[in-house]
């Protein structure tokens, strides 16, 4: 985003006659950030088979898909709709990486039969898919490598209390079931959580799959999910992908020398590629001052943005609209009738009723969090892309809300 005579604007399209082209509320990508990240993660890991499998359930509208398709991502999936989205888009069945939790045998059977690759995370799936399938259809397994990312429960998966993976103390028993029923064993996958700083961390969990990987002897791939933490605050520790490159890349080339054979790396980004890349536009409702602070009420609310909520995530907050303004302190709340508070005591260029306030960071886990609670509609959501703003999903209407409900006689 760029900021010059306090216009601010994106691959030279200004924001405030976007959000008046489109109205607002209205999630806006930049298509130029999306790409610079997975160049960049392309670049930090050029020296080993790596594969991104962009995490769609952090962006599902189909032209991003399509944009990280061009890009070269494959696609990650956690549910059989995602899968068809997926295909939607364009990515062939090869690209694409299932990767459900807590689904039963009968989505996965169609996830077979769509050709997509299986990644299995529990031992009662593996045995009923090992007594229908045999070695017949390639599969990954989940390993939860216990390792604790980050200190927030709510985005960590690779805990020992983690419904996600099956224990890498299981191991043994993973191997009698593979053994037993002749599964085809292709890939093994950790998946730790969102918010993991450190190389070393990513580097511990390596060892493990590492060495699980000694059990299985026909892997084409091993896959470390995801995890990269990503700036929110100006100075928020974020990772770093060029050290996590070269000191991953450099464990996993001896261990494929070890392992006899030269393996796929793989991961699975979805904030990483995609959150910096959204701005969420708002227009202000209302300013009202209590004893105790000035809100500053917008025409959205958790509907829209669940994150800070959700996650207590912090979302920068600007005023596009009075961007040399005086700066004033404000609490930023939404109009859905719960606690929607978005950030407290914020500075803000002086907020009046009408200005635009964006938010930073709003393209991961934003839209595709939204719903109609207090029946308000979903917003629209705007791809910049070579230079021009492009409509990829209309404002939702209000037959929207009432399309599949049934009234009856009363
Ligand atoms: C959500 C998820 C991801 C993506 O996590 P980010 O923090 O958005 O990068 C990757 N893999 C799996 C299995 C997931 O469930």
Request: net charge negative.
């Amino acid at each position: 985003m760029d900021l010059v005579d306090n216009r601010y604007s994106i691959q030279g399209v200004d924001l405030i006659d976007l959000a008046a082209e489109f109205g607002t509320p209205v999630y806006v990508y930049d298509a130029e950030k999306i790409k610079e990240k997975f160049d960049s993660l392309c670049n930090a890991f050029k020296g080993v088979k790596m594969k991104v499998k962009f995490a769609s359930k952090s962006l599902t509208n189909l032209s991003i898909l399509k944009l990280l398709r061009s890009y070269g991502s494959d696609l990650d999936c956690v549910s059989i709709q995602e899968v068809h989205l997926g295909l939607m888009a364009g990515f062939t069945p090869h690209q694409i990486l299932y990767t459900p939790n807590g689904v039963s045998l009968d989505e996965i059977r169609e996830a077979v039969e769509l050709g997509v690759t299986i990644n299995l995370d529990n031992i009662s799936i593996l045995e009923q898919f090992g007594n229908v399938y045999h070695g017949t259809v390639p599969v990954c397994i989940r390993l939860n490598p216990h390792i604790m990312a980050g200190g927030n429960h709510k985005i960590s998966t690779g805990h020992v209390g983690s419904k996600f993976g099956i224990s890498v103390y299981q191991i043994p028993h993973i191997v009698r079931v593979v053994e037993t029923y002749g599964i085809n064993v292709t890939g093994l996958h950790m998946h730790t959580g969102s918010d993991i700083l450190e190389a070393d961390v990513f580097l511990r969990a390596s060892d493990i799959l590492f060495d699980a990987a000694k059990n299985f002897k026909n892997l084409a791939f091993i896959d470390f999910g995801s995890g990269f933490k990503v700036g929110y605050k100006e100075a928020d520790i974020v990772t770093d992908i060029n050290e996590l490159g070269e000191k991953l890349s450099s464990a996993f080339k001896a261990f494929c020398k070890r392992y006899g054979k030269e393996l796929e790396m793989w991961f699975e980004p979805g904030k990483f590629l995609v959150s910096e890349s959204g701005t969420f536009l708002t227009t202000t409702n209302v300013v009202k001052t209590t004893p105790a602070t000035v809100f500053a009420g917008i025409n959205s609310g958790l509907n829209h943005l669940i994150r800070p909520m959700m996650y207590d995530a912090y979302h920068e907050i600007f005023n596009l609209s009075n961007a040399g303004g005086t700066k004033r302190i404000y609490t930023i709340v939404g109009y859905i009738c719960e606690t929607d508070t978005f950030g407290v005591d914020r500075k803000l260029n002086e907020v009046k009723e009408g200005d635009i306030l964006a938010f930073k960071n709003a393209g991961a886990y934003a839209f595709s969090m939204s719903s109609n609670y207090n029946s308000r509609l979903r917003p629209a959501e705007v791809l910049i892309y070579q230079g021009k703003a492009h409509l990829i999903r209309k404002r939702e209407v209000f037959e929207d809300l009432t399309r599949n409900q049934v009234e009856i006689e009363i």
